[in-house]
């Protein structure tokens, strides 16, 4: 068994793909056509970090309900975890890239972890290893 999606509803698929590939350094692993459940038609869009098992799904938010959920998934709480080698590597890379951090990195006592907001304004812990210096 294993977690192959998890899903991410944003406000538009070209915008949040620039965001996860080109600020996060994500692969885009997949845009099809595809169709809503009611006929209508949609995208299929998964990107994920390079070497990673896990992708996320971004769903662009189909009408009024699932526009209010954009950026609220895990109620305003940290919700995603993306793991790297260097985090402060990783922060001076992603700030340059535009990305929004609300927690500069700091020592916890499970390693190296910063705070940053994706596209549609969910909060994100980057994470990694204590670095010795």
Known sequence: ????????????YD??????????????????????????????????????????LLAQADGEEQAATVGKQVAGRVGFFLHVDNVDAAYTRMSSAGVEFVRPPRTEAYGRVAVFLDIAGNKWDLIGPVMSR
């Open 1 to 12: 068994m294993r977690l192959g999606l998890v899903a991410i509803v944003v406000r538009e």
């Open 15 to 56: 915008a949040a793909i620039r965001f996860f590939v080109d600020a996060l350094g994500f692969e885009l692993v997949e845009d099809s056509p595809s169709l809503t459940n009611d006929g209508r038609p949609k995208r299929w869009v998964v990107v994920r970090p390079p070497d990673a098992a896990t992708g996320v």
